[in-house]
């Protein structure tokens, strides 16, 4: 059974910085496309960063690019999210999400597993 657990959510101030972390387990990690989404309160969900198999690609959504960055390290099962110069509009639960195919995708309906997601707070 394939397992995504989040954690480093918390309270920051805005301007401030936190890496968001999602350990995998339960198939071959290192094959498959992963995702970072988020959720305010009273919102949709909305697709944030995605990233390949090997992390040769990345797609970022237009209001974070050039803020957060998605890496992965296929040794220890993890992909990460660096978020820098955060937002108060950045609040919101971040989920971690898998794909079952290697190539990377903005769509939340691409991916087949999720995580429970982390709180994020950016105070002003």
């Known amino acids: 059974q394939v397992q995504l657990v989040e954690s480093g959510g918390g309270l920051v101030q805005a301007g401030g910085s936190l890496r968001l972390s999602c350990a995998a387990s339960?198939?071959?990690?290192?094959?498959?496309?992963m995702g970072w989404f988020r959720q305010a309160p009273g919102k949709a969900r909305e697709f944030v960063a995605t990233?390949?198999?090997?992390?040769?690609?990345?797609d970022y959504a237009d209001s974070v690019k050039g803020r957060f960055t998605i890496s992965r390290d296929n040794a220890k099962n993890t992909v990460y999210l660096q978020m820098n110069s955060l937002k108060p509009e950045d609040t919101a639960v971040y989920f971690c999400?898998?794909?079952?195919?290697?190539?990377?995708?903005?769509?939340?309906?691409?991916?087949?597993?999720w995580g429970q997601g982390t709180q994020v707070t950016v105070s002003s």
């Open positions: 990233i390949n198999w090997s992390g040769g690609t990345t």
């Open positions: 999400a898998s794909r079952t195919y290697s190539t990377a995708s903005v769509r939340a309906r691409a991916y087949d597993y």
């Open positions: 339960g198939r071959t990690f290192s094959s498959y496309a």
